[in-house]
């Protein structure tokens, strides 16, 4: 279940005040700072993020032996730090803010440096990852080859979220997913056309060869992925267009545009980590890349909505409370790694009465969690007719949420939960004792993987569409 994050890293400070007067000695605003942050910055703000999600994470990277390198280190509480030497000073970003308004950046020790060494440890920790994120900033590692080619080697295996640079080299190819800017993508689809023109011959002109990729339409993000596509060798390629959303590129596919949601934010920095640290969560949990990519650009957009970077913890404040895992495929998954056995049940559970509480109860006691497949508003208005439900989707989950023999649940828009099954594939699928576990037309589903199906005592005298009829004649 660990995420591992790959990449260059850099001390960010932000310099924050307010302006109220011009220096005398030249036209510019003179800052008043009233507060001074430091944070990881690059690779480490992915591995921050994810670990102030409670998530198992390693960041793998080089550290310069200097203040702004030791700083790093201090920033980086709740994550694994698996280092080496950069031999070089540390990159350090500062940042002054007047207001919400940026005034200047200056950059220290960002010059361009040699692709650093990598350590046997450093090696041994990729290994042993569930996805890995590349986060690459520029600075080397990325194109370091004994890197480059286990990373190569594991991308049939383990998820990779490249996030690439212009400065960094090409993702080695079969990564799951490269999640370029649009100002990346487009640099990068010149470049390509440029060596291609040097490169053409009478035979095969370079506008032909280009020609023949498929046509995305009138689209910039969609025509520089389709091109990166077919340069990179990478399973997918996600072009992020800001507050526009974003596109996805696929072999054989058409380009698919992924909406973001409207909102209002101030300062970017850092929506693209977001996006990427996202991303590896969601194709962890076993969701696919359609699924992931629209949740990614989502949680960027709530990401900034909430205060972007600037809304970061420091490093030295408290770490949160650990919350249990209410995500019902990463809980599946992690309790089957552990050696647990995974438990469902499903139903529409309208009204919850005494009855829904005994039968979860002791489901939950057939395994080490109960995760409920939970049927939506619109499949419960095709069971049960216009009507129903009496209570929305969203209410429904937090109240069984809220039953503490209930880990997680999954909402699911057919009729029936057998998509949900196939993707949870719990040990144990449980239904009341009004059944007969051979007739559960899940039964066969839930066999082929080798589960099983219970039932639990089923209590008559209670039922929701009881407790409605009596509600009806009260009201």
Not at 343 to 362: M, P
Not at 395 to 414: G, N, S, T
Request: hydrophobic share 40%.
């Amino acid at each position: 279940m660990r995420i591992v994050v790959v990449g260059d890293v850099m001390l960010d400070v932000d310099l924050s005040g307010e302006a109220t007067r011009l220096s005398p000695d030249a036209p510019v605003p003179v800052v008043d700072v009233s507060g001074v942050k430091r944070r990881a910055g690059g690779a480490g703000l992915v591995a921050r993020m994810l670990a102030q999600d409670n998530w198992p994470v390693t960041l793998v990277t080089v550290l310069g032996d200097d203040d702004a390198g030791r700083q790093l280190q201090g920033q980086l509480a709740g994550v694994r730090l698996v280092s080496g030497p950069s031999g070089y000073a540390s990159p350090v970003k500062t940042r002054v803010r007047a207001g919400s308004h940026p005034v200047v950046r200056f950059d220290q020790g960002c010059g361009k440096t040699p692709v650093p060494e990598v350590s046997a440890a450093m090696l041994r920790a990729v290994e042993k990852a569930g996805v890995i994120i590349v986060a690459d900033y520029g600075r080397g590692l990325a194109a370091n080859l004994q890197l480059r080619e286990l990373l190569a080697r594991m991308a049939d295996e383990v998820p990779i979220v490249w996030d690439p640079h212009p400065a960094g080299p090409d993702p080695v190819p079969g990564v799951a997913v490269v999640t370029p800017n649009l100002a990346e993508a487009q640099k990068a689809a010149q470049s390509r056309g440029r060596k291609e023109a040097r490169q053409e011959t009478p035979q095969e002109p370079a506008a032909v060869r280009l020609s023949a990729a498929p046509d995305p339409g009138s689209d910039p993000a969609a025509e520089a992925g389709t091109v990166l596509l077919e340069e990179w060798g990478s399973q997918a390629v996600l072009v992020t267009k800001g507050e526009h959303g974003a596109v996805l590129c696929r072999p054989g596919r058409s380009p698919e545009p992924v909406p973001a949601p409207r909102v209002e934010a101030g300062d970017p920095c850092g929506a693209g980590d977001r996006l990427a640290a996202s991303l590896a969560v969601h194709l962890l949990a076993g969701r696919g890349l359609d699924e992931a990519a629209v949740l990614a650009v989502h949680d960027a957009a709530d990401f900034l909505a909430n205060g972007g970077v600037s809304a970061l913890p420091d490093a030295g404040e408290p770490a949160p409370v650990q919350p249990r895992i209410s995500d019902p495929l990463l809980l599946a998954r992690a309790v089957r790694e552990s050696g647990g056995k995974v438990v469902a049940t499903g139903g529409c559970f309208d009204l919850l009465h005494a009855g829904h509480v005994r039968s979860l109860a002791a489901a939950r006691e057939l395994g080490d969690c109960l995760i409920v497949c939970l049927n939506s508003d619109d499949s419960v208005r095709r069971l049960k007719g216009p009507e129903r439900p009496i209570i929305g989707q969203h209410d429904r989950a937090e109240l069984l949420l809220a039953m503490e023999c209930v880990d997680a649940v999954m909402v699911f828009d057919e009729d029936t939960p057998e998509a949900a099954l196939e993707r949870l594939r719990p040990d144990i699928w449980v239904k009341g004792g009004d059944y007969k576990g051979a007739s559960l037309p899940e039964a066969p589903l839930v066999e082929s993987w080798g589960g099983r199906c219970l039932t639990v005592p089923y209590h008559p005298a209670r039922s929701t569409t009881g407790l409605a009829d009596a509600l009806a004649k009260v009201s």
